[in-house]
């Protein structure tokens, strides 16, 4: 079968960094994006990595080994506002995307 | 504003009644797709469209159908509505393959 395994919740303070593993296993590989999701409101497009390393978005940046089946998310100087779910997708050979169920991230003052 | 427009925004429905949940894009995307998410899982797909006049069927499409009869639209019909659709249902949409997807905000539907 098919599986993205996330943490279920992570808790970090603001201006630290946090990173956010997802391991999956998939039937065949088309690439692996990030999503973030506020409470209540809908997933908007964070990252795409389909080639191994790590790929650098301001402060926020994905690293992938498909080898290892496994991706991360690094969230640099977080802020109050970066409270929310991330998720973790990965497209399989079909170019159907499947989800983990996300991870709860919480920022303390 | 270019984006995925869903209606309603939430709806409570008794059991045994039929819905249309509607979507419409405006970015002339050739993919869409419907999914509903349920607390402590994953978004699941349950139809999704490549293109005008194709349909296909995702992971959970039992007791839902679509039909993409033009580019922009892709409603979502359930026939006979039961409890354990209660959920919240998201369309999305995408250029093509490898390509992000873009949601919409969102119908809460509640089943009683």
């Known amino acids: 079968g098919q599986n993205i395994d996330q943490p279920t919740e992570m808790t970090a303070t603001e201006g630290a960094i946090v990173q956010i593993n997802c391991t999956y296993q998939?039937?065949?590989?088309?690439?692996l994006f990030w999503y973030q999701q506020h409470a209540g409101e809908a997933p908007t497009f964070l990252s795409y990595?389909?080639l191994d390393g790590l790929e650098e978005k301001g402060r926020f940046s994905s690293f992938l080994s498909r080898s290892k089946g496994y991706s991360y998310l690094l969230l640099k100087e977080l802020q109050m506002k970066d409270s929310a779910s991330y998720l973790c997708?990965?497209?399989?050979?079909?170019?159907?995307?499947?989800w983990g169920a996300g991870t709860k991230l919480i920022i303390k003052p | 504003i270019a984006g995925i427009t869903q209606a309603p925004t939430s709806q409570i429905l008794a059991a045994g009644r039929r819905m249309t949940l509607r979507c419409t894009q405006d970015?002339?995307?050739?993919?869409m797709y419907w999914y509903r998410q349920d607390l402590g899982l994953g978004l699941r797909l349950i139809h999704y469209?490549?293109?005008?006049?194709?349909?296909g069927k995702g992971e959970v499409p039992d007791g839902y159908s679509v039909s993409r009869a033009n580019t922009d639209d892709f409603p979502l019909t359930l026939a006979s509505a039961v409890p354990s659709q209660t959920s919240v249902y998201f369309c999305?949409?995408?250029?093509?393959?490898?390509?992000?997807?873009?949601f919409g905000d969102g119908t809460r539907l509640s089943i009683l």
């Open positions: 999305a949409s995408s250029e093509g393959d490898n390509q992000p997807q873009h």
């Open positions: 970015m002339r995307h050739n993919a």
């Open positions: 469209s490549n293109t005008a006049g194709t349909t």
């Open positions: 998939t039937s065949g590989f088309n690439g």
């Open positions: 990595n389909v």
């Open positions: 997708a990965v497209m399989d050979s079909n170019y159907q995307l499947i």
